[in-house]
């Protein structure tokens, strides 16, 4: 990417590593509050990461998606519907990962019926797609109606047809009725998935901001004006979904509207930031760290989700790989709370450690 754009990079590798600690602790159970997510309404820094990856999609939205309508609508949409199913195809895979599991020494395949169908990847996939087909047809004006009619109209229908709690909310009726209970998430204690069908719709709002922003800097370019309104945005809508969550709270799990405005809010600031110090003060020394990470985003994200489920698969004993590091290392050294930190911010940098040696070779994985 040309440096004038460097921050964008920059806040997509800062995304990754971020995404990667969080999602690989030593333990959860021993997990510091801050790399949790919120139990059900309210907001951690943890709730901010995934949203931040969507706003990211966006800001690359910004500039590819231009090259491809050049090329002809055919051409478009078969760029566009190609990388939404690979990207959906890939997520679907990863939880299926590894395929197969253990039951009296015996190799059993794990059943398509119980696979989860929705998830991060998947969510990414359809909010790219949903958002380049808004941006083709309706252009930017387009784009920001259908955000404002996507936030209320969600309001509406979790309003209308349920509650805001973890049972009776309508994203888990549909979720059930179309995708069935063995199709969905289980980590709350029953099947509701926080990235069911029905919020997916708001996270669409989130990638186009993130292409709003990005061709907001394209135009006005790296100034303390751009800055400046990008920070004025920010501060508006922060201040809104802060005035929103009292009838609709900010909650991650149910991606509601106030916490689409309350993220693409805190995103304005840090993207205002980063253009300050890296491209108009030109503090770039720090910056090669998160740029490896931003030149393979997908493919070390999937490197480590992927990774981490053989680390958890390969026995080691009685228990995992992964279990006897965390308690025969980083536990043993640092105790479990600081242990459990330690082990994914390894586990990080050994996934930047293979990012390092592609940039180096120039290889850059793209779907």
């Known amino acids: 990417m040309n440096n004038r754009y460097l921050s964008i990079d920059v806040m997509r590798g800062l995304t990754v590593t971020l995404m990667i600690i969080v999602n690989t602790p030593g333990d959860w159970g021993t997990t510091f509050a801050p790399l949790l997510h919120a139990q059900w309404h309210g907001f ?5 990461v995934f949203p931040t990856f969507m706003f990211v999609v966006g800001n690359a939205m910004s500039f590819s998606l231009e090259k491809y309508a050049a090329k002809g609508s055919a051409e478009f949409f078969k ?3 190609k990388r939404t199913v690979l990207i959906f195809l890939l997520g679907f895979l990863m939880y299926w990962f590894p395929f197969f599991h253990f ?5 059993v395949f794990n059943s398509l019926a119980d696979t ?3 998830g991060v990847l998947q969510r990414i996939a359809l909010g790219y797609c949903f958002a380049s087909l808004i941006l083709f047809y309706g252009k930017e004006k387009g784009a920001v109606w259908f955000s404002v009619v ?3 109209g969600y309001w509406m229908i979790m309003y209308s047809f349920g509650d805001y709690s973890l049972e009776g909310n309508a994203g888990i009726r549909l979720d059930k009725f179309i995708l069935g209970a063995n199709h969905m998430y289980h980590g709350e204690g029953i099947a509701f998935d926080p990235e069911g069908i029905l919020s997916t719709l708001p ?55 106030s916490f689409v405005l309350y993220t693409v809010g805190i995103n304005l600031f ?8 890296v491209d108009i003060r030109q503090k770039k020394h720090w910056t090669y760290f998160f740029e490896v990470f931003g ?8 490197l480590s989700e992927v990774g981490i489920i053989l680390l958890y698969v390969i026995p080691a004993g009685d228990v995992s790989v992964a279990r006897w590091a965390f308690e025969n290392i980083f536990r043993a050294t640092a105790g479990p709370y600081v242990g459990s930190l330690l082990f994914a911010v390894s586990w990080m940098l050994l996934c930047w450690g293979v990012g390092y040696i592609l940039d180096r070779k120039k290889i850059y994985i793209k779907v």
């Open 103 to 107: 039951e009296n020494g015996n190799m």
């Open 295 to 302: 030149r393979n985003t997908l493919f070390i994200y999937l």
């Open 203 to 257: 996270a669409i709002v989130n990638v186009l901001a993130g292409y709003l922003a990005g061709k907001f800097i394209r135009r006005k370019g790296n100034s303390f004006e751009a800055i400046g309104t990008l920070m004025v945005y920010g501060a508006f809508l922060v201040f809104t979904a802060l005035a929103w969550d009292v009838v609709f709270p900010i909650n991650k799990k149910l991606w509601t509207s």
């Open 79 to 81: 760029k566009v519907f």
């Open 150 to 152: 996507a936030l209320l």
């Open 44 to 48: 951690t820094p943890t709730d901010l």
């Open 270 to 277: 840090i993207l205002s930031i980063l253009i300050f110090i």
């Open 116 to 118: 989860r169908i929705m």
